[in-house]
């Protein structure tokens, strides 16, 4: 995994940190569990999509977008499966909290694309 996508993984997990941390002082713990849970499936899908998208050093155009469109399935399937089980297991789960944390962690995601 290169640089670049290192970074970008560890400033997701910085914003889940502190998305988690407001959460806390403004709503209390659960909300802030709930919070670090969702931003939680947002650096850990990148992580995902980051180690399936791993192509070589000048490899075709076609072979990336290939692998670009698997990463990105598999990415779904597993965002999918990660959501599915924490409503199935954390009850308590408190949902405003669990997706403000997620698209906390998708906002670098997507502000990364655009700046790297």
Same mark, same amino acid.
């Given at each position: 995994?290169?640089?670049a996508v290192r970074k ?7 914003? $889940?940190?502190?998305? @988690?941390?407001? +959460? #806390?002082?403004?709503? %209390?713990?659960? *909300? ?13 899908? $990148?992580?995902?999509? @980051?180690?399936? +998208? #791993?192509?070589?050093? %000048?490899?075709? *155009? ?42 906390g962690t998708l906002v ?8 790297v």
């Amino acid at each position: 995994m290169n640089t670049a996508v290192r970074k970008i993984i560890l400033v997701q997990i910085a914003v $889940a940190a502190l998305i @988690a941390l407001l +959460m #806390s002082v403004v709503l %209390g713990k659960l *909300a802030a569990i709930s919070a670090l849970t969702g931003g939680s499936i947002g650096f850990i899908t $990148a992580l995902v999509y @980051a180690k399936k +998208m #791993s192509t070589p050093q %000048g490899a075709e *155009a076609k072979k990336i977008v290939r692998a670009h469109y698997g990463a990105e399935a598999y990415k779904l399937a597993f965002t999918m499966l990660l959501f599915a089980l924490v409503f199935k297991e954390f009850k308590a789960v408190e949902a405003l909290p669990l997706f403000i944390g997620y698209v906390g962690t998708l906002v670098v995601y997507w502000a990364a694309l655009i700046f790297v």
